[in-house]
């Protein structure tokens, strides 16, 4: 009986765990959205941006890799515009046509 309990409580813990990712993408984008004051006017918004500050965030992870590497001959860092995307920097900030 005892190993039952264990097992099921483990099995609880793992999938408990699991829930959660693996990285701090949750915490860094909590912490994003209070430096800068994002704020998204829905939860679908919100997700989509998100998804493009992850993908920002893992770019600028390997460019700093390459940087320690010495391949590189600058760093990168999270700033206020990285929930948007290449083509939506280039529209609102560049004046470009994407």
């Known amino acids: 009986m005892f190993y039952f309990k264990f097992v099921?409580?483990?099995a609880i813990c793992?999938?408990?765990v699991s829930c959660f990712p693996a990285?701090?993408?949750y915490g860094e984008w909590n912490s994003y959205k209070t430096d800068y004051n994002k704020q998204y006017a829905t939860p679908d918004e919100?997700?989509?941006r998100q998804?493009?500050?992850n993908d920002n965030a893992a770019f600028i992870e390997a460019h700093n890799?390459?940087?320690a590497n010495g391949q590189v001959g600058y760093r990168l860092a999270?700033?206020?515009l990285a929930d948007l995307t290449n083509?939506?920097?280039r529209r609102t900030r560049l004046g470009l046509l994407g």
């Open 8 to 10: 099921l409580t483990l």
């Open 14 to 16: 793992v999938t408990i």
């Open 23 to 25: 990285d701090n993408s």
């Open 46 to 48: 919100e997700a989509k």
């Open 51 to 53: 998804e493009i500050f």
């Open 65 to 67: 890799r390459r940087y």
């Open 78 to 80: 999270v700033n206020n």
């Open 87 to 89: 083509d939506e920097y």
